[in-house]
């Protein structure tokens, strides 16, 4: 295989093509009159379909046309409560990454400022130069002005984040009906598993394909293979008795209030940025991303074309700051409340209320309204437990 010849003395490096690399090359390649030369190194060699993002639609955006599906319902169950929620007005939807990836690779391909570079591999971190950043590759080195690392910094670790959404998932084909093509199963509870929240998450693309996905809250980051028993039992109670065959798979880690980032944030220098899941994309009580990265990139993209410096991801206001902070401490203490907590948040708040909540649209009611769903008095006695320790910043600030 050819290696890939690699632009020198480059105005922008953005290192890492996933979701959050590749957002922002598209936003420069739809950039006018953009001057800078940027380049893109990702270390895949092919783009595959390895992951699905969701979200609430609360407006129109820019992916409409890659929605591979949206559903007017979602439900959660646990043990002792089911909860039905009508989301017609904002529904749940589906992208998948395939298409976005085949869209941004498009985009890319035919900009003359934004080139994407695969099969690169970075040896190193980064060196400071005289007016820019030297970065030695696998096709070799090259210096930017300034560089933007979207590629997660290391391993996830336990003590990295307050808790780890990790994730199994499965897309199903069965030989005969069984899924409800209406309503995403957003969390069904299982609660045999100590100090860790676990759940199924189902999203129906007809009534004989779904992807079934086994999700745990757990303070340890955990591999696939932990999550393989649970992941085949909830597709066997899923398909009660029907055949099925398994047409791809997707696993992923992801943060949920990040510890300890703000150290490696101060250490990058003038004109090294990070972004991405591991430095503040992620919302640290849910896990989602994907429309925080689009906002980040609208941002960041604006930046470079009036010349100024971009950015990493913004910090979230200090009252949702907190609200998740305590979350996610209760979630820690107590993951066997979980399945409580859930159901009474979506089946005591107004829909329009928990989804501006969810997509980071917040009024100061909307949180009084989330605030009053939730037990009062364990929270009260999680934040007095918690206050001599200090806070733990969930975003780079």
């Not at 390649?29 to 969701?54: F, I, K, M």
């Not at 990493?312 to 200090?318: E, I, K, S």
Request: glycine letters at 8%.
């Amino acid at each position: 295989m050819r290696r890939p010849v690699l632009p020198t003395d480059l105005d922008l490096v953005i290192l890492g093509g996933g979701c959050a690399g590749l957002s922002l090359a598209l936003r420069l390649t739809d950039a006018r009159g953009l001057r800078q030369r940027v380049a893109v190194l990702e270390s895949r060699h092919v783009y595959r379909h390895d992951r699905s993002w969701c979200f609430w639609r609360v407006g129109p955006h820019r992916y409409e046309h890659l929605v591979k599906r949206s559903w007017s319902h979602v439900a959660l169950r646990s043990a002792a409560q089911a909860v039905q929620v009508d989301c017609t007005r904002t529904p749940y939807q589906l992208l998948e990454a395939g298409d976005f990836y085949d869209h941004a690779c498009g985009a890319i391909a035919a900009s003359p400022a934004v080139r994407l570079n695969l099969g690169v591999t970075v040896q190193g971190p980064p060196l400071r130069v005289p007016g820019g950043w030297r970065i030695e590759t696998s096709a070799g080195g090259l210096t930017a002005a300034q560089v933007i690392d979207t590629r997660p910094p290391s391993p996830p670790r336990r003590g990295d984040a307050l808790l780890w959404q990790s994730f199994l998932g499965e897309e199903l084909v069965c030989d005969r009906a069984v899924f409800d093509p209406s309503r995403v199963d957003l969390m069904d509870f299982g609660n045999d598993l100590s100090g860790a929240v676990a759940f199924t998450y189902v999203l129906p693309l007809a009534s004989d394909r779904a992807l079934v996905e086994t999700t745990l809250f757990d303070p340890q980051p955990r591999a696939p293979a932990d999550l393989a028993r649970r992941q085949q039992q909830a597709v066997q109670r899923l398909c009660a008795g029907a055949s099925s065959q398994v047409v791809r798979t997707e696993a992923g880690v992801l943060p949920m209030g990040i510890a300890g980032m703000a150290r490696q944030e101060a250490a990058l220098g003038r004109g090294h940025w990070r972004a991405g899941l591991m430095s503040g994309a992620a919302r640290p009580a849910t896990g989602y991303a994907f429309q925080r990265i689009q906002r980040w990139a609208d941002d960041c993209s604006e930046a470079l074309r009036d010349g100024r410096d971009p950015s990493g991801h913004a910090p979230d206001p200090l009252l949702t700051r907190f609200m998740d902070r305590l979350f996610l401490d209760v979630l820690r203490s107590h993951p066997e409340r979980a399945p409580e907590l859930f159901t009474r948040l979506f089946g005591r708040t107004a829909t329009p209320r928990i989804v501006r909540f969810l997509s980071d649209r917040a009024t100061f009611v909307d949180r009084v309204a989330v605030a009053a769903s939730l037990p009062t008095g364990l929270f009260l006695r999680q934040l007095l437990r918690s206050a001599p320790r200090g806070t733990v910043r969930t975003q780079p600030t």
